[in-house]
């Protein structure tokens, strides 16, 4: 049995862990931290091991709080796979806990080109 745990808390950064279950504790086996998306790096942790998804028993992810970019790019690789692999129900997915309002800002106007004739 094998787990994926997956911290996105970070923007920039994420960490893949793979766990295998011995009886009733989990081993940590294998990490990847990268600088890309959570979908690239459980990739390149299940090249790595060799394994496929159907393999993988539980997928979970860091809750929150943190990046709100980056937790909901976490949330949204696992929740993902909890509904195909595991059939979960998407109103059971969990949402992350961004530990505050998100700080979005505007798009800065753009500079309106100048008509040359």
């Known amino acids: 049995m094998f787990k994926i745990y997956i911290d996105s808390r970070l ?3 994420t960490t893949v862990s793979l766990f295998k279950k011995y009886f009733i504790f989990w081993v940590k086996k294998d990490s990847l931290t990268l600088e890309a998306d959570p979908a690239d790096a459980l990739s390149e942790i299940l090249l790595r091991n060799n394994l ?7 997928f979970e992810t860091y809750p929150g709080p943190g990046s709100y970019t980056g937790l909901k790019m ?5 929740n993902a796979l909890n ?4 059939g ?30």
């Open 11 to 13: 923007r920039k950064q």
């Open 52 to 58: 496929a998804l159907e393999q993988i028993e539980f």
């Open 83 to 86: 509904w195909v692999y595991k």
């Open 88 to 117: 979960v129900p998407a109103l059971k997915l969990p949402l992350p806990k961004y530990g505050s309002e998100p700080n979005i800002t505007p798009p800065k106007a753009k500079k309106k080109a100048e008509k040359r004739v």
């Open 74 to 78: 976490g949330h949204a690789v696992v």
